[in-house]
């Protein structure tokens, strides 16, 4: 069975924190996805890596950076956390090439105050 | 602006009801999946569907994707609160790099 792990499930910050959420998938592939839900507006798009050290912005970059160094773990970074970041964080991975199927961490629910 | 629109956002059924969740878009799409997510938990993929006019079933649950690609259904038959959770749809293009658009999901209460 595919694996992604997230580090934290639940997280509390204040304003102006750096805040890091980690993502570990177990099954060698090649693209992750950050995305963020909130209640409405469905999952929005934050940033994705296709490779090691690639990364792209999504639909909702602002505020946030990526880190890919190795293969399996796909950090999301918020330099300064605002409360407009308080939301559920989801990591995705999916090998290259097949159907798009995406397989989903269990999410970090953040509060940032 | 949300390319993929998705009804109703909130169902509250009886036990044994059938209902019907849409997901609409002007976007053409290469394929569409369905995902369903549980309190707490990340979304699980039900089904994906690829070509126009397809129809596909999982027990219950049948899906359909429009002929020109750009909208899709889902309908459970006599729902059970089993069925309760998150329903999201989620469109992709091909050679995005697998990226997918997602409707703002679908939220099934079943009562028993």
């Known amino acids: 069975d595919v694996k992604v792990t997230q580090s934290s499930r639940y997280l509390v910050k204040r304003t102006g924190e750096k805040v890091f959420l980690e993502c570990v998938q177990d099954?060698?592939?090649?693209?992750m996805f950050w995305y963020r839900q909130d209640p409405g507006l469905g999952l929005r798009l934050i940033y994705f890596?296709?490779?090691?050290?690639?990364?792209e912005k999504g639909d909702i970059p602002e505020g946030y950076s990526v880190s890919r160094e190795k293969k399996e773990r796909f950090s999301l970074i918020l330099e300064s956390a605002s409360t407009n970041q308080t939301s559920m964080y989801l990591c995705?991975?999916?090998?290259?090439?097949?159907?798009?199927?995406?397989?989903f961490g269990p999410g970090t629910r953040l509060l940032v105050l | 602006t949300q390319l993929l629109e998705q009804s109703p956002q909130f169902l509250s059924i009886q036990e044994g009801e059938n209902l019907t969740v849409y997901c609409n878009s002007s976007?053409?799409?290469?394929?569409l999946q369905w995902y369903r997510q549980e309190p707490g938990e990340g979304p699980v993929l039900l089904v994906t569907?690829?070509?126009?006019?397809e129809v596909k079933k999982l027990k219950r649950l049948t899906f359909q994707f429009g002929d020109a690609r750009k909208d899709s259904s889902l309908h459970i038959t006599a729902a059970q609160p089993g069925d309760t959770g998150l329903y999201l749809c989620?469109?992709?293009?091909?050679?995005?790099?697998?990226?997918?658009?997602f409707g703002q999901g679908t939220t099934l209460q079943v009562k028993p």
């Open positions: 890596s296709y490779d090691v050290k690639m990364k």
């Open positions: 099954m060698d592939h090649e693209n």
């Open positions: 569907v690829v070509t126009g006019g």
């Open positions: 976007s053409v799409f290469s394929s």
């Open positions: 995705a991975s999916r090998p290259a090439g097949q159907q798009e199927t995406q397989y």
């Open positions: 989620a469109g992709a293009w091909s050679g995005n790099t697998g990226k997918l658009i």
